[in-house]
C-alpha cells in the first residue's frame, strides 16, 4: 500500500460516513459526486483508465446531475430522525464480520498467481494483438470478445430509458387533466 | 499473514456497509438510492483491486520485453456495471419523482402512515 493508496482510501470512507450524517440532500448528493471523484481516482492508481473515466463521467457527473434534478423536483430537507439506528447497525456488523471472514483465504493484493489471472486473461493479453488489433485491450474486449455483453447493457440503458421516459411522460399530462 | 495483503478488501467492506446502512437505516427515498450508489461503487471497486497485478500497468499495449499488464477483464465487466448502474439509478429516482407526487413526501414512514391511514 502506498501513501497515495492510503490517503485516497482515507478521504473515501470520511466522505461515505459523512453522507451517512447528513441531513441536506444538496450537500449528499454533491458529496456522492466527490465520493465517486475520489473512487475514479483510485482505479487510476489501480492501472483502469478506461473504468476511471467511466466513472468521473458517469458516476461523478451524470448520476449527481440525475440526483440534483431529483431533489429540484422533490425536497432537499430529509426529516428528522435519529441517525443511528440499533437494529440496522447489529446487521451491518453482522454482514461486515461475514465478509471479513470471506477475506481470509482471498489472494492477496497484486498476486500475479491469483486464480483471476490464470483463465482468460493471458489469452486476451497476448492473442489480442492478433485477432483484434487495437492497442487497448479493454477496447478490444469490450467490443469483441464479450460484444454481447455490451449489447445487453446497451439493451439494459435503453429499457431504463424507456421506463424513465414513460413515468416522467405521464407526470407531464396530469397538471392539464386537473386544470 | 500479512494484513496488509487484504487492505483493499477492508476498505472497500467498509464503504459496502456504510452503503447498506444508509439503504436501511434512512427513511428518505433519495438517500436509499445515493447509498445504493455507494454500495455499488464499492463493488466497482472490489473488482477492480482484483485485477491489479504487482508492476503492472494498465493493459493499453506498450513496446518493451518484459511488460506486466493488469487484468483486463474484471475492467471491462465494470464498465458494463457502471452504465447499468447510472440506468438503475434514473429508473429509481424517476419512481421517486412519481411517488413525491401521488404521495406529497419522499419520507418512507410517512408513506406508509399513508396507506395505512387509507
Redesign the interface.
Known amino acids: ?1 502506498t501513501y497515495v ?1 492510503a490517503f485516497l ?1 482515507t478521504l ?2 470520511i466522505t ?2 459523512s ?2 450524517g447528513m441531513r441536506n ?1 444538496f450537500a ?2 454533491v458529496f ?1 459526486g466527490i ?2 471523484l475520489l ?1 475514479a481516482a ?2 487510476t492508481v ?6 476511471a473515466y ?2 468521473a463521467a ?2 461523478a457527473g ?2 449527481t446531475v ?2 440534483l ?3 429540484g ?3 432537499d430537507r ?2 428528522k ?1 435519529p ?3 440499533p437494529l ?2 447489529f ?3 453482522a ?2 464480520m461475514v ?2 471472514y470471506g ?1 481470509l483465504d ?1 489472494p ?5 498467481m ?1 486464480p ?2 490464470q483463465h ?2 493471458p489469452h ?2 497476448n492473442d489480442s ?1 492478433q485477432e483484434i488489433g487495437v ?4 477496447t478490444a ?2 467490443a469483441s470478445y ?1 460484444g454481447y ?2 449489447m ?2 446497451t439493451t ?2 435503453f ?3 424507456v ?2 421516459l414513460a ?2 411522460i ?2 407531464r399530462q ?1 397538471p392539464s387533466e386537473a386544470s | 499473514m ?1 494484513l ?8 472497500v ?10 439503504i ?5 427515498l ?2 436509499k ?3 445504493l ?2 454500495f455499488q ?1 464499492a463493488v ?2 472490489m473488482y ?7 508492476d ?6 506498450a513496446d518493451g520485453p518484459d511488460v ?13 456495471a ?10 429509481g ?6 411517488i ?2 401521488n404521495y406529497g413526501t ?2 418512507e ?2 408513506i406508509r402512515a399513508l396507506e395505512d391511514a387509507s
Open positions: 500500500m493508496d482510501l473515501l470512507v461515505a460516513v453522507v451517512a440532500l449528499a448528493a456522492f465520493y465517486s473512487s483510485w482505479m489501480l492501472d483502469s483508465p478506461d473504468v467511466t466513472e458517469v458516476g451524470i448520476s440525475l440526483m434534478a431529483t431533489l423536483l422533490t425536497s430529509e426529516k430522525d441517525i443511528l439506528k440496522p447497525l446487521i451491518v456488523l454482514t461486515g465478509l471479513l477475506t482471498m492477496a493484493f497484486g498476486d500475479p491469483a483471476i489471472h482468460v486473461a486476451y493479453l494483438p492497442p487497448n485491450i479493454v474486449v469490450l464479450r455483453d455490451t445487453g447493457e439494459v440503458v429499457t431504463a430509458a421506463g424513465v413515468m416522467l405521464g407526470r396530469r | 500479512n496488509l495483503d487484504h487492505f483493499n478488501y477492508y476498505v467492506i467498509t464503504l459496502m456497509m456504510v452503503g447498506f446502512y444508509i436501511m437505516a434512512r427513511n428518505n433519495v438517500k438510492v445515493i447509498g450508489n455507494i461503487a466497482i471497486l477492480v483491486t482484483m485485477g491489479r497485478v504487482h503492472g500497468t494498465a493493459p493499453i499495449l506486466v499488464y493488469s487484468n483486463p477483464l474484471p475492467q471491462v465487466l465494470m464498465l458494463t457502471i452504465v447499468v448502474g447510472v440506468a438503475t439509478t434514473a429508473l429516482l424517476a419512481l421517486v419523482v412519481r413525491q407526487e419522499i419520507e414512514d410517512e
